[in-house]
């Protein structure tokens, strides 16, 4: 009761209190709603995410530091400085899961932009590709680097929370109600509705291209509603084709384009979702810039040098112990990013900023395996 009623109320009170204790007991509230239809956890589930996600919010998707929340809400900046210890795994794990529930509740397309950031960001960042290994902290300090668990030394609670959720990458690809269907993210998957006698296929190289393509392999003869998801990074100028032919409409951004046919074996749906470049800044402290090309965070590049196993294997970085690392100030050279950040030719999805003191290369945060920085001083 003294965690869930200011919530029921509507009221941030979460300073002070260990995040992953309580991101647990709220997707059961969101469960016992389900339940029970009992409004006042439908509230609680609904008024505890909207002040994660839109005031506790680091860039990457994750919340907290040092597990918990240590300030008032909006107030990053001066979290961010207490520890390089942000971000807890699990924390990002169960917030995901409880944007599945109310998702599902709602339809609202807020809860997959998060869900996908969060994913791409975090979730995917978390893992290293060559070895399987996880993290536990994900760090926002600049100059960070990600400390992984080991095969039979170092094993975290966000050790096994990988290990359940990696073995579930599908989920929420595709969302059903009785008669429609909802494709939400943008990866190369197979869908089998068996109930409905649908089957499609979903070929993307996304994000390494802002396009994907689905292909209808089988499919009732009554018509039915494809719901695709126009997320909000992108611009006003995407598009969909159907069989080769372009729509007269667009989708906005932050909604879904319904498209209600009798869909035929073979008819092929093409979906463009133009990626731009976009500046995220705290809110206690709007200097403090992160930097996105669709839902992708930008992690600054700076080389990895000699860490000792402790170090490197630790729950979080522990930037203190380490020689001081340069991470340059950046001065705005226009009121967009990309007139001062610009593409690499050649190396996809990899920026390089021009006019600066000294200039940095930015890539993916999930592809950022050696000292980083994802906040930058920008004047």
Wanted: charged share 20%; hydrophobic share 35%; aromatic share 12%.
């Amino acid at each position: 009761k003294i965690f869930f009623t200011p919530l029921a109320m509507r009221r941030d009170e979460l300073k002070g209190l260990h995040a992953n204790t309580h991101m647990p007991q709220v997707v059961g509230a969101a469960r016992r709603y389900e339940l029970s239809s009992d409004y006042r956890f439908a509230e609680v589930s609904a008024c505890f995410w909207e002040t994660i996600a839109e005031s506790r919010t680091y860039a990457a998707g994750g919340s907290g530091n040092t597990e918990g929340w240590l300030t008032d809400a909006n107030r990053l900046a001066l979290e961010m400085k207490v520890s390089s210890h942000h971000q807890e795994c699990c924390c990002a794990y169960n917030m995901m899961k409880l944007a599945r529930h109310l998702y599902a509740r709602t339809g609202g397309v807020k809860y997959i932009d998060y869900y996908e950031r969060n994913l791409f960001n975090h979730r995917l960042g978390g893992i290293q590709p060559q070895t399987g290994l996880t993290i536990y902290f994900l760090s926002m300090s600049p100059g960070a680097w990600k400390t992984t668990c080991t095969e039979d030394q170092t094993f975290w609670c966000c050790t096994g929370t990988a290990v359940e959720e990696f073995a579930k990458l599908n989920d929420t690809i595709y969302y059903h109600d009785e008669e429609n269907l909802y494709v939400n993210l943008f990866v190369s998957s197979d869908l089998h509705w068996k109930e409905r006698g649908i089957r499609l296929e979903q070929k993307t190289l996304f994000p390494q291209t802002d396009r994907t393509v689905l292909t209808v392999h089988s499919s009732p003869a009554a018509e039915w509603t494809m719901h695709l998801r126009i997320p909000a990074w992108t611009t006003p100028a995407n598009f969909v084709t159907v069989n080769d032919r372009r729509l007269d409409v667009s989708g906005a951004p932050g909604s879904y384009l319904s498209i209600r046919r009798a869909w035929k074996p073979g008819d092929r749906v093409e979906l463009v979702v133009p990626m731009r470049l976009q500046v995220e800044p705290l809110r206690d402290n709007p200097t403090q810039q992160a930097f996105l090309y669709g839902p992708l965070v930008l992690a600054g590049q700076f080389p990895l040098g000699q860490i000792d196993f402790d170090l490197q294997h630790n729950q979080g970085p522990e930037i203190q112990e380490l020689p001081p690392m340069n991470v340059p100030t950046l001065t705005a050279k226009g009121a967009l990013p990309d007139s001062w950040i610009k593409p690499v030719p050649g190396e996809p999805l990899t920026f390089r900023t021009i006019g600066q003191a000294e200039n940095v290369t930015l890539k993916p945060l999930n592809q950022s395996w050696e000292r980083f920085a994802v906040y930058w001083t920008v004047s």
